[in-house]
């Protein structure tokens, strides 16, 4: 059974995402178990960095209309169906992003709604292919068939390793389609994001979060973003700074905030709700450091330290920065 | 105005989860049923909307599901809905037949606006409102953490990855809710004496027409174990020393 892949590209302007390249790992691995092929699918307007920057990893397909010059679910989902039925592809995958939770599902619903969410494994039995999916903020894991054709899912960039280049570049074809496609009815009025020299979250080797501990948002950047620049990493937050105001939303950690595997996570002064627990429990080194011995957070990590936040932190910043401990990004 | 708020109906996921050793489904027949967080916040939205126009509009909440999803429904009527439609349903569905079924009732009731939960906490899907939009053709906003209701339009803040982004949609459309849009009310004694005598259509699933077809086959469920080290440490010194040894650091 040789399967026709298609992973829509998340970019932000000039690159494809980091998330996009594990969902074409996934992709790529369901490939050379099937026998297929994979294709990307660039989606915007003025993309041609984008699709220069997707061709060394695999073919690419373009649509590039001022229609898509923001990610409206409307077109999007319209110009991803479109393609797929025209194309005839058997499975269309995405990263488990904002953007594509958005679009995609519409996009699945126009193609037989056969979707699968944040998959973290596959693996090809009898000729079926069986996902791993997460459930109850993880605590429980379903493995699913998908029943019809396409096949649509979105991938958890942290189960996955990033695809590399291929050494060549791919071809690059762009797409035209009717007017029709592109009609939206909805209008966009803007983004608003704060402006962080640290990495995403969702992108860092390294990161560092806090809970309930910091007072303010001032404690929050001294502490937190102290450690996270010490360690060059990406600082995050549980739910409750979040809702107090103190971190900005797209910090969150969690089951309803971004789920993430670095290769280190420290949480600081977070007690580990299971919520908190969805977003970060399969990082690959857990660090926890709370006042209160008997916090959740300690029964998955691999060092916990009792103490202080306030205390501790400062100390740990000074005596990294005197070692020199860090990982690049 | 019309609102229609559908709902759904999740084991109280504060409790610890686990799969059945056989691997046949969720262990939780001993756990509660609770309104899905995100549709209570859905629900608590459509609300103040109608409170706030003050006229004779109107917030259905629907549920499908065994017959006593109407507990949850008398729940979601003290908070304040209008009326409530339960589908009486003993199979289990995902998100595409879920979909399917809320279609039928959209086009019985002819709502304005769809307010729904981005997600249910217990499949985690984040499909079904997106499902709906599609299968209604209507525009769509998902995650909103803000809605504002203009003469024919809605405009809402959406949470996304890289910060909040500001959509405006003619009506009718539908909304998926995030966390931080509002916090649902407690019903009061007052509203649960109200949900008492309000409307509470049992409507059997064989009714609106739609041949189920699955979409997602479960093969089977397993409790998701990490094994940690779970050392303790008694210092700063040896924390800096065991990031320095296991994560690869450039001493």
Aim: hydrophobic share 45%.
């Amino acid at each position: 059974m040789s399967m026709r892949i298609v992973v829509v590209a998340e970019h932000d302007g000039t690159a494809v995402r980091g998330a996009s390249l594990s969902a074409l790992a996934f992709a790529q691995s369901a490939a050379a178990t099937t026998g297929g092929e994979v294709s990307w699918l660039v989606l915007g307007h003025q993309v041609d960095a984008v699709a220069q920057d997707a061709a060394r990893f695999a073919p690419v397909l373009v649509v590039d209309s001022p229609a898509l010059e923001h990610p409206i679910a409307e077109p999007f989902a319209r110009v991803i169906s479109t393609v797929v039925k025209e194309r005839g592809f058997e499975l269309v995958a995405a990263a488990s992003s904002t953007f594509a939770k958005d679009i995609v599902p519409r996009a699945a619903a126009q193609l037989g709604g056969a979707m699968a969410s944040d998959v973290v494994r596959h693996e090809l039995v009898d000729g079926r292919l069986q996902l791993d999916t997460p459930r109850y903020a993880g605590a429980v894991t379903a493995t699913v068939v998908l029943q019809g054709s396409p096949q649509i899912v979105t991938v958890r960039g942290s189960a996955y390793v990033a695809a590399q280049p291929t050494g060549e570049a791919h071809s690059v074809e762009r797409l035209e389609l009717d007017a029709a496609v592109f009609s939206c009815r909805g209008s966009y009025e803007g983004l608003k994001s704060k402006q962080n020299a640290r990495p995403d979250v969702t992108e860092a080797r390294v990161v560092v979060s806090g809970g309930r501990a910091f007072k303010n948002a001032e404690d929050f950047e001294q502490h937190v973003g102290g450690l996270a620049d010490a360690l060059g990493g990406a600082a995050g937050s549980s739910r409750a700074l979040v809702d107090a105001g103190i971190a900005p939303n797209e910090l969150q950690v969690g089951q309803t905030g971004k789920i993430i595997a670095p290769e280190v996570y420290i949480a600081l002064g977070i007690s580990g709700a299971v919520q908190h627990l969805a977003g970060m429990k399969n990082s690959r080194t857990i660090v926890a450091v709370n006042s209160d011995p008997e916090a959740p957070i300690f029964d998955v990590a691999d060092y916990g330290l009792v103490g202080d936040v306030y205390k501790i932190t400062p100390e740990l910043i000074e005596k990294l920065e005197s070692h020199a401990v860090g990982l690049s990004r | 105005m019309k609102i229609l708020v559908p709902t759904k109906r999740v084991p109280d996921t504060d409790q610890k989860i686990t799969a059945t050793a056989d691997g046949s489904g969720v262990a939780s027949d001993h756990l509660p049923f609770v309104v899905n967080p995100f549709d209570a916040i859905a629900l608590e939205e459509g609300v103040r909307i109608v409170e706030k126009l003050g006229d004779d509009s109107e917030v259905i909440a629907v549920g499908i599901g065994e017959a006593d999803y109407v507990q949850q429904l008398r729940t979601a009527l003290a908070m304040g809905a209008t009326r409530a439609i339960c589908v009486e349903c003993n199979q289990s569905l995902d998100p595409w037949n879920v979909a399917r079924l809320l279609k039928e009732i959209v086009l019985r009731e002819k709502p304005d606006l769809v307010l729904m939960g981005k997600q249910a906490v217990d499949d985690d899907a984040n499909q079904t409102g997106q499902f709906l939009a599609a299968l209604l053709d209507w525009p769509q906003a998902t995650f909103a953490s803000r809605v504002e209701l203009l003469a024919g339009e809605i405009r809402v803040d959406r949470e996304t990855d890289h910060g909040i982004e500001t959509l405006r949609l003619p009506l009718p459309a539908v909304v998926t809710t995030d966390l931080r849009l509002n916090e649902p009310r407690y019903a009061s004694m007052a509203g649960i004496m109200k949900a008492k005598k309000k409307p509470l259509d049992v409507i059997p699933v064989a009714e609106l027409g739609v041949a189920l077809e699955p979409r997602v086959e479960v093969l089977r469920y397993h409790s998701s174990e990490t094994v940690r080290r779970g050392e303790r440490l008694r210092s700063v010194d040896e924390l800096v020393e065991r990031l320095r040894q296991d994560v690869g650091a450039q001493a």
